[in-house]
């Protein structure tokens, strides 16, 4: 929700009342706010992915091992460190020089779309900006993929084969956002580091794909 109230009206008075400037801070802001809402998007993901896996794998100690303490405590923690991913990522973009051309090639502002239009080698700022990414988006990944291995193994060795599998089709849901999430977004980020250029439509859809889409599933 958060996420969406930050872009969506913006991109409504983009498209439907012809509104296209926003201020360099108010830019900057959105920036902040979409880096660390989406980096908070992927712990919670995660997050989804361990509850299933405990819930699977381990259900007669599920309320002792997912208490409302500990996912209070973790919420905290992933929206602290999303907040600091987000600020560093604005730091680095708002120290830049800008000079002109200063028309942002999206529909909001993302560290890719803003610090190609600074007048001096950002090669340094992208590649920090990247690792930070790969970071936030792989590593998480990986907890994903490892808890559904499990998930899968402790299915097959059930002796009660069909319930499991009912189970993990509780996942489904979850599956079908990861997907969405993670393979656009790993794509889009993967391609800006390369000399592949994409249509500025084909970004703004596969863009509105990862972030948008994701919540309402």
Known sequence: LLFDTITLPKII??????????????????????????????????????????????????HSIISNKLV?????????????????VAVIAGQLPYCGPNRVRNCFCVNSAVTVLACVDVTLARRTVFTLAMCVLLLPLAFIILSYILIIRVIHSSTNNENSWKAFYTCTTHLMVIGLYYIPRVFVYSTSQIPLILDVDINVLLLCLYTFVPHLA
Not at 33 to 44: A, E, M, R
Not at 72 to 88: D, E, K, M, N, Q
Request: aromatic share 20%; charged share 10%; proline share 1%.
């Open 13 to 62: 008075a983009k498209y439907w009342f012809g509104a296209r400037s926003i201020s360099f801070y108010g830019c900057i802001f959105q920036l902040f706010c979409v880096h660390s809402l989406g980096s908070l998007d992927s712990f919670i993901i995660m997050l989804m992915a361990i509850d299933r896996y405990v819930a699977i794998c381990k259900p007669l100690r599920y």
């Open 72 to 88: 209070t405590l973790l919420c905290y923690f992933f929206w602290v460190l999303a907040a600091l991913i987000g600020s560093i």
